[in-house]
């Protein structure tokens, strides 16, 4: 007997409804800031993303412009001459003039990337390379707690719960100010491993949990069959712990992508930085904070559909268990 679908699990009409239970939110947001006589100006954020610059060919020394050619002109003087390629250049002196040092003989608009793409820039840079150290940290301080060692257990144990039990930001502060100080690490990489250092303790206990979760008697098989502890761990219970960890390990490098904007207390110029000079300049809090809430998620809405299509394809290759 087929089961009558209820209003609510018609698909067609959730979407409706969630679309308009949106727009109703970002209407009723509008109206308050509205009601605070807030002025938008949308105007002033493009120029943040990418701005015209003008380059100049300066000449170094006084002298009579001569053109050889639509792409090659030529500065002929007393103390010598100098050849310049002008192609895609707007001339700013015909042929005969004089030129003095330090004048614009040719000119050219480009596009420059502005602000926000450099701090979006920034942050990709440093969640990449703390993720990947935090990765290692965490494949090593899964293997040391479940190892049968009960120095190494001790040693996981102790670092899992002290970096979990404290504030990252109280971290990145004792990171950059003592250890960074007396090694003299810049506050990028300062920044970079103090986030390592955090999440790899809660990889860790993710990956630990995924190979706690392998049967054992896969583990006995192997070693039945004449593998080693290094070749079982590698070989068996490795890929299928990290198949299984897959969607954790993705919340967790969202989590760290988020909370890199933290390193803005230490003179790292990445997105949320670069947002807070924005406001500073424009004096517009609404649109920089939702320009640059927007570029967060689509970074981290880029990575989850990633790890969306790795799950797809594993589950087409046999499953993620």
């Known amino acids: 007997m087929k089961r009558h679908q209820s209003i609510l699990e018609n698909r067609p009409l959730g979407h409706l ?38 380059v100049a060919l300066e000449s170094t020394l006084e002298g009579r412009v001569k053109i050889l050619s639509p792409k090659e002109v030529e500065v002929v003087g007393e103390e010598g001459s100098e050849k310049f390629l002008v192609a895609g250049y707007e001339l700013a002196y015909e042929e005969g ?28 840079k440093i969640s990449l390379i703390s993720g990947v150290i935090a990765f290692f940290i965490g494949a090593i301080l899964a293997l040391m707690k479940i190892s049968k060692a009960q120095v190494f257990r001790d040693i996981a144990t102790v670092y899992i719960e002290v970096i979990r ?38 990889i860790a206990e993710v990956l630990r949990g995924a190979i706690q979760s392998i049967d054992k008697g896969q583990q006995e098989a192997a070693l039945s069959l004449g593998m080693n502890y290094f070749q079982t761990m590698t070989l068996i219970i490795i890929p299928q712990a990290l198949k299984r960890s897959l969607p954790s390990l993705t919340g967790e490098m969202i989590a760290l992508i988020k909370d890199s904007s933290l390193v803005s207390v230490i003179s790292v110029t990445d997105l949320t930085k ?9 004096f517009s809090p609404f649109e920089t904070w939702i320009v640059v809430a927007i570029m967060y998620f689509a970074i981290t809405s880029s990575l989850s559909l990633l790890a969306h299509r790795l799950e797809d394809n594993m589950k087409k290759r046999g499953g993620m268990s």
Do not use: C
């Open 274 to 282: 670069v947002g807070r000079e924005m406001v500073a300049n424009t």
């Open 97 to 124: 003039e004089i030129i003095y040092p330090g004048e614009a003989l040719a000119k050219k608009e480009e596009y420059k990337a502005g602000p926000l793409l450099l701090g979006l820039w920034m942050t990709i």
């Open 17 to 54: 409804l969630a679309f308009l239970f949106f727009v109703a939110l970002g209407y009723s947001m509008y109206l308050a800031g509205s009601s605070i006589n807030y002025i938008w100006k949308w105007n002033t954020i493009p120029k943040y993303f990418a701005y015209e610059h003008t």
């Open 165 to 202: 039990g404290t504030p990252l930001l109280v971290q990145i502060f004792i990171f950059y100010f003592i250890i960074a100080t007396i090694f003299e690490i810049d506050s990028f990489y300062a920044g970079a491993i103090s986030l390592a250092i955090f999440y790899g303790a809660y």
